[in-house]
Nanobody, 121 residues
């Protein structure tokens, strides 16, 4: 059983920063990894970033590499996605997921409800 709750979304301007949090305190098992995916209107869901629980190893999509940072926050029981230098193309609903380590959605079994990020120019 798992319950993932995203927060931190909102509307920002180009170049701004935003931090998304995924509350993992209610999960009753320890998945191999947590990931973030996003889906823009009319587009397919795409991988953003993932972190492997055991050693903190991370994966990033090329489109966000160097701008986004994914980390585990032990004190808050969250997985946080720090997003810097946001662009209009980052506008999407962002989803937190738990499962195996990778960049494919099918590797993740549990998903949150999503949080909207809108970047205005």
């Amino acid at each position: 059983q798992a319950e993932l709750v995203e927060s931190g979304g909102g509307e920002v301007q180009v170049g701004d920063s935003l931090t998304l949090s995924c509350d993992i305190s209610k999960i009753t098992f320890r998945p191999t990894a947590f990931g973030w995916f996003r889906q823009a209107p009319g587009k397919e869901r795409e991988f953003v970033a993932a972190v492997r629980w055991a050693d903190g190893h991370t994966l990033y999509a090329d489109s966000v590499k160097g701008r986004f940072t994914l980390s585990k926050n032990w004190a808050k029981s969250t997985v946080e996605l720090q997003m810097n230098n946001l662009k209009p193309e980052d506008t999407a609903v962002y989803y937190c997921a738990a499962g195996r380590y990778g960049s494919n959605g099918y590797e993740y079994t549990y998903w949150g409800q999503g949080t909207q990020v809108t970047v205005s120019s």
